[in-house]
C-alpha cells in the first residue's frame, strides 16, 4: 500500500517557476514507477511525466524541456520542476504510484494523491 501527499501549488505569473513536492508514504516495491499527472477545468486527466526506480524519466510532449521529475529516495519524495509557466499548464495536478514496469505515464497507476492546485495567469 502507498500513500501520496502532493504540495506546493499556488498562484504564478506566466514565465514563473514553481516546485511541486509528493511525499510518499508505504513500501517501496508499491512505488517503483512514479508519474505525474494533471487535470484542467472541464479537460480529461493527462499525465505529463513519470519516473522509475531506476532514475529514467519519460515526458509528455506539452512538457518536455520544460518540467523535470525527480525523487529524493532519501526522503521518499517526489519532485516536479515546472520552469516556463504558461496559463494552459493551469491545472490540478496529481502524483502517483504503481508497482507496475515498464514505467510511463502513458500506464495505469494504481495509488494517487488528493492533489496540488497551479494556476498560472498571463
Known amino acids: 500500500q502507498v500513500q501520496l501527499m502532493e504540495s506546493g501549488g499556488a498562484s504564478v505569473q506566466a514565465g514563473e517557476s514553481l516546485r511541486l513536492s509528493c511525499a510518499v508514504y508505504?513500501?517501496?516495491?508499491?512505488?517503483?514507477?512514479m508519474g505525474w499527472f494533471r487535470q484542467a477545468p472541464g479537460k480529461e486527466r493527462e499525465g505529463i511525466a513519470s519516473?522509475?526506480?531506476?532514475?529514467?524519466?519519460t515526458y509528455a510532449a506539452s512538457v518536455q524541456s520544460r518540467f523535470t521529475v525527480s525523487k529524493d529516495n532519501a526522503k521518499n519524495t517526489l519532485f516536479l520542476q515546472m520552469n516556463s509557466l504558461k496559463p494552459e499548464d493551469n491545472a490540478m495536478y496529481y502524483c502517483?504510484?504503481?508497482?507496475?514496469?515498464?514505467?510511463?505515464?502513458?500506464?495505469?497507476?494504481?495509488?494517487w494523491g488528493q492533489g496540488t492546485q497551479v494556476t498560472v495567469s498571463s
Open positions: 502517483a504510484a504503481d508497482p507496475g514496469l515498464p514505467c510511463s505515464w502513458r500506464y495505469t497507476f494504481n495509488y
Open positions: 508505504g513500501d517501496a516495491h508499491s512505488s517503483r514507477c
Open positions: 519516473i522509475s526506480s531506476d532514475g529514467s524519466t
